[in-house]
């Protein structure tokens, strides 16, 4: 393919991804250096990126679970968190191993900016289940917080679409509080705490 030929694709390309396709005439007046320029600045990660650099490392994971509701026994576990950047700073990549009831845990999480929507997509699998978890966020730089939602089918309980919350609390460079809330009967119940602190 030659570079005039790559160069008319890719403006192809973010008229379809900016929104600017939709119509003939809007594609014959669009700059395609503007257009191009668009893009690159889109494909860019910026300092919503920047600040997922808190969770890089490698990290004790203590874990707390409320199966029953908080008012309920907590199972206790524990693992390890690897956190690094992929695909050059555009996603953060979560590795996780640790020992459960049901034995030993592996987990995967991606999470990025989308600038396009302007919000944070958590995505996350694990062995204990088939499904993928999605959930989009919101940073609060003041508190430090992370704020994501979604909703999940639930295996145990056979619900399914369960709206769920996770915040995320980094509390210096070295610790960091996950807490999971999943709504129960029109109010948002506690069902997981997870403590990361800085290996070494």
Known sequence: MSSKTMRGALVALVLVATGWGGDARGQDE????????????MMAPGEEHEALQAFVGTWDVAVKSWWQGPDGPATESSGVSEGEWILDGRYLEENVTGQMGM????????????????????SWVDNMGTGIFTATG??????????????????MTGREDVPFRSVIKIESDDKHVHESFEERDGEWVKTMELIYTRKG
Do not use: C, L, S, W
């Open 103 to 122: 034995g030993v845990f592996r987990g995967i999480g991606i999470v990025g900016f989308d600038k396009f929507n302007k919000e944070y997509v958590n």
């Open 30 to 41: 669009m700059d395609p250096d503007a257009a191009m320029q668009q893009y690159m600045e």
């Open 138 to 155: 919101v940073y609060d730089p003041a508190e430090k917080t992370y704020t994501y939602t979604g909703t999940m089918d639930d295996p």
